[in-house]
């Protein structure tokens, strides 16, 4: 069955700081990896997707694939309490998307 | 421009009770997404359509039934409701681009409460 691995937290980390975020999966034939932000009572919004190997980055957002390790990762720099949410991991292997369970963030003002 | 719209946003069923979730979308998507979320299960596809009269059963299809009106709408029906449908229900859409590019688009939900 394919997965996607992700740590529940909640992950707490100081406002301005540097807030980390990994994700595993299953499917080696996975093309579309995404992040996406969930505000509690409130519907998934995309952030951040990435497709080859290596680092994007879009303004205090980076994310990192290794398909050889099966891991992705989104690195939050400058982290304010406006990032505090759930974030949603999801990978696609063919035309449907798997979702991890969601790591929750909590920035510390 | 809306997006994706959900109805309603909030209904409470009896069990046995049948209801429709209605999506649509207007961004001329071909694919699109019915998706529960329960705490902790994080969101588990139910059924989707790839395309105008096409629908395929996802990880959690029991209990449920869709259809795929038109391309604009897509909509889940529960036949007789139980305690265990509880649960936040996501309609999303998207068009798949080259290289298996998936960007789905969602509502915002429909709270789904069977007593």
């Known amino acids: 069955q394919k997965e996607v691995e992700q740590n529940s937290g909640p992950l707490s980390v100081p406002e301005g700081a540097i807030a980390s975020l990994n994700c595993t999966y299953s499917?080696?034939?996975?093309?579309?990896f995404f992040w996406y932000r969930q505000y509690s009572g409130k519907s998934p919004e995309l952030i951040m997707f990435?497709?080859?190997?290596g680092d994007k980055e879009d303004g205090r957002f980076t994310a990192q694939l290794n398909k050889a390790s099966q891991y992705v990762s989104l690195l939050i720099r400058d982290s304010q309490p406006s990032d505090s949410a759930t974030y949603l991991c999801?990978?696609?292997?063919?035309?449907?998307?798997?979702f991890g369970k969601g790591t929750r963030l909590h920035i510390l003002p | 421009n809306a997006g994706v719209t959900q109805t309603p946003k909030f209904q409470v069923l009896k069990t046995g009770q049948s209801m429709t979730l209605q999506c649509a979308q207007d961004?001329?998507?071909?694919?699109m997404y019915w998706y529960r979320q329960d705490p902790g299960m994080g969101l588990r596809l139910i059924y989707y359509s790839a395309s105008e009269g096409t629908t395929d059963k996802g990880e959690v299809p029991n209990g449920y039934n869709v259809s795929r009106l038109n391309k604009r709408e897509f909509s889940l029906r529960l036949e007789s409701a139980a305690p265990s449908q509880t649960s936040v229900y996501f309609c999303a859409s998207s068009e798949i681009g080259a290289g298996g590019k998936n960007i789905q688009y969602f509502g915002a939900g429909t709270r789904l409460s069977v007593l």
């Open positions: 961004m001329n998507h071909n694919s």
């Open positions: 499917d080696r034939g996975s093309q579309s």
């Open positions: 990435i497709y080859s190997n």
């Open positions: 999801a990978v696609s292997p063919d035309d449907k998307i798997i």
